[in-house]
């Protein structure tokens, strides 16, 4: 469900799909995803290993070029289709209007290769300036990233940098030259706790200062609690809950999101508590189950969940859609919860008892 292209816009996606055929079959990795990005904004798009994130991200910027890989729907960028258009035409987008962050800094980098060269080489080609003047502004963009001593770190070989560092350089490296939208694939993977946090805070201040929209991907509710405008969970290749972001910790309804939020740790905890996992294993995405895909993992689901797949229906308004037979928090999904309850299965009976211990968590993001 996609709201009209408007100028606000800076992002039109609908029924993207990409599959990759393998021997056994078609691997539905993105399965029908529709949604829109405004100019300025951050959508936070969430789901565990295996949902989807990063090839739809790669689709949006044209990056599945193997011979396996189809993709089909509709991608508008400032009016222009992008699904379809060539490498050599993306080119032309790339660095300048669509940017992205990748998930290992280790292996986005080129080892043998000085930094600095790795930075102003797409600046070179796209702006055409001088190489002097490439190197003035290659160590203005390390200092704007907040990288110490930038005129000797533009020198250095990647292995000689943290992995916090050269994060922030391929950070630079996709803001050289303004792109309107900067995707973030896991940008924080393999990172410590603090400096997660200074890249993330990293990314919003550049954002904000820069005025683009950015799309943050991530397994972890918490990472975009306060620093996306909308969330869209995904799952086996579909978005199943979309909304702004407070209203969906103040509302959620899928069963899948709930378990995301549960699977977070909480610091409140004594030590050595064992974490919670979300119950059974992602779908087969060459054979799904019928009906809902989050099913045989799902605490509400009853018969109808394993019958009939679930469309994408409104909420309350300001946006909020979701795929579920027995929302969160409506009379369906208490009776559905209660009756799963009264006949003892054992993810329902979990999900009682995580409901207990979450509750705090839920306040604090609901406040």
Not at 163 to 168: C, E, P, V, Y
Request: charge should be neutral; proline fraction near 6%; include cysteine.
């Amino acid at each position: 469900m996609t709201a009209p292209a408007t100028a606000e816009h800076a992002l039109v996606v609908k029924d993207l799909r990409t599959h990759f055929a393998v021997p056994a079959g078609d691997v539905k990795a993105v399965d029908g995803v529709s949604f829109t990005l405004d100019r300025g904004k951050t959508l936070g798009i969430v789901g565990e290993s295996g949902s989807g994130k990063t090839v739809l991200s790669r689709s949006l910027m044209g990056l599945n070029v193997a011979s396996n890989s189809k993709t089909s729907g509709s991608v508008l960028y400032e009016g222009k289709e992008l699904v379809g258009l060539s490498p050599k035409k993306m080119k032309h987008l790339w660095g300048t209007e669509l940017a992205m962050v990748f998930q290992d800094p280790m292996t986005s980098l080129n080892p043998v290769v000085k930094v600095g060269r790795q930075l102003v080489e797409h600046v070179r080609a796209h702006l055409g300036v001088s190489k002097r003047e490439a190197r003035s502004l290659g160590v203005e963009l390390l200092r704007s990233v907040h990288i110490p001593e930038a005129e000797e770190r533009f020198d250095v070989y990647p292995h000689e940098m943290s992995g916090g560092m050269r994060q922030r350089v391929c950070i630079a490296m996709a803001l050289a030259c303004s792109p309107e939208i900067l995707f973030a694939d896991e940008p924080t993977t393999a990172l410590d706790v603090t400096v997660q946090h200074q890249i993330l805070n990293l990314l919003n201040i550049q954002q904000r200062d820069r005025n683009m929209a950015m799309i943050l991907v991530t397994h972890d509710l918490g990472v975009v609690a306060g620093r996306a405008d909308e969330i869209a969970v995904m799952y086996a290749g579909k978005v199943v809950e979309k909304a702004p972001a407070k209203t969906l910790f103040k509302e959620m309804r899928h069963p899948y999101t709930q378990a995301l939020l549960w699977s977070i740790p909480k610091t409140a905890q004594p030590k050595h508590t064992r974490l919670n996992a979300i119950s059974g294993r992602p779908p087969d995405l060459i054979n799904p189950p019928s009906g809902c895909s989050f099913s045989p993992r799902c605490p509400y689901a009853r018969a109808i969940c394993h019958q009939e797949e679930p469309v994408l229906v409104s909420g309350a308004g300001d946006g909020h859609t979701y795929a579920c037979h027995h929302p969160i928090g409506s009379p369906a999904g208490q009776e559905a919860f209660n009756k799963n309850l009264e006949e003892g299965l054992p993810q329902t009976l979990v999900a009682a008892g995580r409901m207990r211990a979450t509750e705090d968590l839920l306040l604090d993001w609901k406040g």
